[in-house]
């Protein structure tokens, strides 16, 4: 049995647009990201000379999921996370329209 709440989760992928002529960065553009399972990953505290908290969380979705590593991703709390590293795909060795693609997320505070 699943936990309630780590399945059908509804994201917001936010995708940076670049730079305009002058070198300003230009709006993002937004895309939802359906059926997610959440999986938190821990967190780590760093104190030395700064009080910082990195958190990491990991994202399973669909094979086709539209995320790229400079993405970010907002959770349905709220809260942004930064995507690290292109997200894995593995497609099923059974049928080819089926798979997952795992994202990991870390969200930095402090």
Request: with cysteine.
């Amino acid at each position: 049995m699943t936990p309630d709440g780590l399945i059908g989760q509804r994201l917001t992928v936010s995708r940076p647009a670049g730079t305009n002529r002058y070198g300003d960065p230009l709006p993002a553009t937004e895309h939802p990201l359906d059926n997610c399972v959440l999986a938190p990953g821990g967190s780590s505290e760093t104190t030395d000379r700064a009080d910082q908290v990195t958190a990491r969380m990991t994202v399973y979705t669909g094979l086709r999921a539209d995320v790229l590593a400079t993405d970010r991703v907002t959770l349905p709390d709220g809260t942004r996370w930064q995507v690290v590293g292109d997200p894995q795909r593995f497609p099923s060795p059974f049928t080819a329209d089926y798979g997952v693609c795992v994202i990991n997320l870390e969200r930095m505070t402090g």
